[in-house]
């Protein structure tokens, strides 16, 4: 299966609600109010709704402030991986108890979306492979992922297994609540 991988840009933000609207989430509709947003969202409960998580997200991709990448099969999207710099997902720090670099040159990964269709099939290794060229190119001095403990569900899953950082240098930095802190560093 031939796979393209593409950064998130203004020109793909049809390609990106198409996605999140009729993909992402077939087996799991309760979360298609999303729209990946969940870790730049900072306001109360009751704001938190399918149409207004969609304007925030059309403007932030807009204003290119959301990022990451989304994978293609056969010219439609069916992989999608928000990656990027850590000072740009405001609940991240107050969720997780984050300590080492914060600094501009940190990139985050906090979700990973595949098509249940095309899950098991390396789709996340090549967008991982590609978040990991970009960011060294970029001259960033690590990337971070915040894997869930213990076996979890397609869904459990959803910040990317930890295997799936482990087999491609991170490290375990810090053991949270929920999840492990895991780096890897950048720096040649």
């Known amino acids: 299966m031939e796979i393209q991988i593409k950064p998130l840009s203004p020109e793909l933000t049809e390609d990106f609600i198409s996605f999140f609207e009729s993909?992402?989430?077939?087996?799991?509709?309760?979360?298609?109010?999303?729209?990946c947003y969940s870790f730049h969202f900072t306001g109360p409960a009751e704001q938190w709704t399918k149409e207004n998580n969609l304007a925030a997200v059309r403007k932030l991709i807009g204003e290119g402030r959301m990022k990451g990448y989304l994978a293609y099969r056969d010219?439609?999207?069916?992989?999608?991986?928000?990656a990027n710099n850590r000072?740009?997902?405001?609940?991240?720090?107050s969720q997780y108890d984050l300590e080492g670099p914060a600094h501009e040159k940190t990139c985050s990964i906090v979700c990973f979306v595949i098509h249940q269709e095309t899950r098991r099939s390396g789709i996340a290794h090549q967008i991982l492979q590609k978040i990991i060229a970009d960011y060294e190119a970029l001259e960033y001095g690590m990337i971070e992922a915040?894997?869930?403990?213990?076996?979890?569900?397609?869904?459990?899953?959803y910040k990317g297994p930890l295997a799936l950082y482990m087999n491609n240098g991170f490290?375990?930095?810090?053991?949270?609540?929920?999840?492990?802190?895991?780096?890897?560093?950048?720096?040649t």
Do not use: M, T
């Open 146 to 157: 915040y894997p869930a403990k213990g076996d979890q569900s397609d869904e459990g899953n």
């Open 87 to 93: 000072l740009n997902y405001q609940r991240l720090v």
């Open 23 to 35: 993909v992402a989430f077939c087996d799991h509709p309760d979360w298609s109010a999303c729209y």
């Open 171 to 187: 490290e375990i930095v810090k053991e949270l609540d929920s999840c492990f802190l895991v780096r890897k560093s950048l720096q």
């Open 75 to 82: 010219g439609k999207a069916v992989g999608w991986c928000n």
